[in-house]
């Protein structure tokens, strides 16, 4: 399985609601990544998870929350979201090695819209 | 930030016709990995390079690792219609642990 999958496809959320993003990885990775990426733009990078510990955070908003319950799954909880936080949601995972460490894998994403 | 100067920005051409993208930076990198991206799709990894001079090749695409570790480039030949997307060259420097810096991106338009 090289997959990685997101659920949902798409999301469509007020101002006030509170919603969760997920993705699954079965390539026995233990890095896993939140990006964030406007249209026609790169992905930006938003958390890392190594060994399920959070080792990044690039100064997120805590609007934004996300989880690790373990290796193989990731969450990001959304709540009081902004306009402006609409964009495409994308995962990936990596091994954590020397070689391979930064061979991202992304997931087809969740296109989120905020009203 | 630290910035990857990717050109060209967008790129139109003829279906057959070879395709030339590349990535250059002011820093060194010990990795570069090319990506595509479909619209409404996520990145999918094309090549990853991991050694000054490197030249991979996958299928119609082959890349280069530049022998000054500032540079990347990517070449398709023979274009076909599915090659339609846009190509985002990422590297990782040895100091920014997990974290890929991206170019701007190469939106290919091939025309049958």
């Known amino acids: 399985d090289t997959e990685v999958t997101q659920t949902p496809k798409h999301l469509v959320m007020g101002m006030t609601n509170k919603k969760s993003l997920k993705c699954e990885q079965h390539m026995g990775h233990r890095a896993m990544y939140w990006y964030k990426q406007k249209a026609k733009k790169p992905p930006e990078l938003m958390f890392v998870?190594?060994?399920?510990?959070?080792?990044i955070n690039e100064s997120v908003p805590s609007r934004f929350s996300p989880e690790c319950p373990n290796s193989s799954l990731l969450n990001l909880h959304l709540h009081a979201l902004q306009p402006e936080d609409s964009a495409l949601y994308l995962c990936?995972?990596?091994?954590?090695?020397?070689?391979?460490?930064?061979?991202?894998?992304f997931g087809p994403g969740t296109r989120l819209t905020v009203l | 930030g630290q910035q990857l100067n990717q050109s060209p920005q967008s790129m139109f051409i003829q279906e057959g016709e070879d395709v030339s993208m590349n990535c250059t930076s002011s820093s060194i990198f010990n990795t570069w990995l090319w990506y595509k991206q479909d619209p409404g799709e996520g990145p999918v990894l094309l090549i990853a390079?991991?050694?000054?001079?490197e030249l991979t090749s996958n299928g119609r695409l082959t890349a280069q690792f530049g022998i000054t570790r500032k540079d990347s480039f990517l070449n398709i030949s023979a274009s076909i219609p599915s090659d339609v997307g846009i190509y985002f060259c990422a590297g990782q420097r040895e100091t920014s642990g997990s974290r890929l810096t991206f170019g701007e991106g190469t939106q290919l338009t091939v025309n049958p």
């Open positions: 390079l991991y050694k000054a001079g």
């Open positions: 998870y190594s060994y399920e510990k959070l080792s």
């Open positions: 990936a995972s990596s091994q954590v090695n020397m070689v391979s460490y930064n061979e991202q894998f």
